[in-house]
Nanobody
Framework: QVQVVESGGGLVQPGGALRLSCEAS????????MAWFRQAPGKEREGVSS????????EYADLAKGRFTISRVNAKNTVYLQMNRLKPEDTAVYYC?????????????????WGQGTQVTVSS
């Protein structure tokens, strides 16, 4: 059964950092591009970052550029999202998803096998 499980969320103060993890099971991660999306209360889900199967190519939404870094360790079947200089507007549920083979464009219709998400709350 294909499954991804996110972890690493929590409560952090503005300016703080968190590292999210996405662990895959039921398939070998190293042949799939992956992505992180997020959904804030009352808002639509939006793309954050994506990474190619090898890790050589990445894409970032403007909201993530300069603050977030996506990476992967295929040997651990895990993708990470390092988030620095967090802002209250980064508060959201963060989801990991598997590419459906349509590249790294941060369009949620290009990704599937969504995880349950991990809550990130940025607040003082």
């Amino acid at each position: 059964q294909v499954q991804v499980v996110e972890s690493g969320g929590g409560l952090v103060q503005p300016g703080g950092a968190l590292r999210l993890s996405c662990e895959a099971s039921g398939f070998t991660l190293d042949t799939y591009a992956m992505a992180w999306f997020r959904q804030a209360p009352g808002k639509e889900r939006e793309g954050v970052s994506s990474i190619s199967a090898s890790g050589a190519s990445t894409e970032y939404a403007d909201l993530a550029k300069g603050r977030f870094t996506i990476s992967r360790v295929n040997a651990k079947n895990t993708v990470y999202l390092q988030m620095n200089r967090l802002k209250p507007e980064d508060t959201a549920v963060y989801y990991c998803a598997v590419s459906l083979g349509l590249g790294l464009v941060l369009d949620q219709s290009y990704f599937g096998f969504w995880g349950q998400g991990t809550q990130v709350t940025v607040s003082s």
